[in-house]
């Protein structure tokens, strides 16, 4: 196994055990308190809806720095360039039963497969990077709700709520309003940065 895709395998079991650990309240608990130490002060000093707005916006910073330096996207556009033109040309072919250009496509066909594969691995490490770096937040952010539950947010669409409520199906308010914040700066910052889709 070559040290790349090693890599990837490590990367996507640290994102595992980051995402399980979640489910363990102890764990959550103790890496809350550990966070409250570093952002109670910023608590104290601004409305937790505004806090949330400044962590999201770290969150779409550092996740689209990490994936800019982590993800070469100019390879991820030419292979899903090939694999288009590979598509159509493979449709063609069956349309026309044109046997013999179907065979040469088959053989073809495992080298763009692996290609893709090769390109979904590399996206396993900057999600365990972003992750580290993320679900100690989000484990801050359920340790202060459960001491401030009822603090208010003005959401759009949805008018006045305490950032505990289910306002979404079973989606509290403040996770909302964390996505929403965070989708907002991520957008702006692979624009700015030219960094492409996922």
């Given amino acids: 196994m070559n040290t790349k895709k090693f890599g990837g395998f490590i990367a996507l ?22 966070m409250d130490v570093l952002f109670s002060p910023l608590a104290e000093l601004m409305p937790f809806y505004i806090l949330i707005i400044l962590l999201s916006t770290a969150t779409g910073l550092y996740s689209s720095l ?10 991820m556009q030419e292979v899903q360039e090939r694999m288009k033109i590979f598509q159509k040309e493979f449709r063609e072919a069956q349309l026309s039963q044109d046997e013999k250009k179907i065979k040469k496509l088959e053989a073809k066909r495992d080298k763009m497969m692996k290609e893709q594969l ?13 992750l580290i770096l993320t679900v100690p937040i989000f484990f801050w952010l359920l ?20 950032l505990s409520d289910a306002i979404l199906g079973p ?12 989708l907002t700066i991520s957008q702006v910052v692979r624009k700015a940065l030219n960094i492409g889709g996922i």
């Fill in 13 to 34: 079991g640290v994102a595992m055990l980051m995402i399980l650990s979640y489910s363990i309240a102890p764990i959550r608990a103790a890496v809350g308190a550990a």
């Fill in 66 to 75: 990490i994936q800019k330096y982590t993800i070469d996207y100019e390879r």
């Fill in 118 to 130: 090769e390109m979904s691995q590399q996206q396993f490490t900057p999600m365990a990077y972003i």
């Fill in 143 to 162: 340790f202060r709700l459960a001491i401030t539950p009822d603090a208010p947010i003005v959401m759009p669409f949805f008018g006045l709520h305490t």
């Fill in 171 to 182: 989606v509290p308010a403040w996770i909302l309003w964390y996505m929403i914040c965070s």
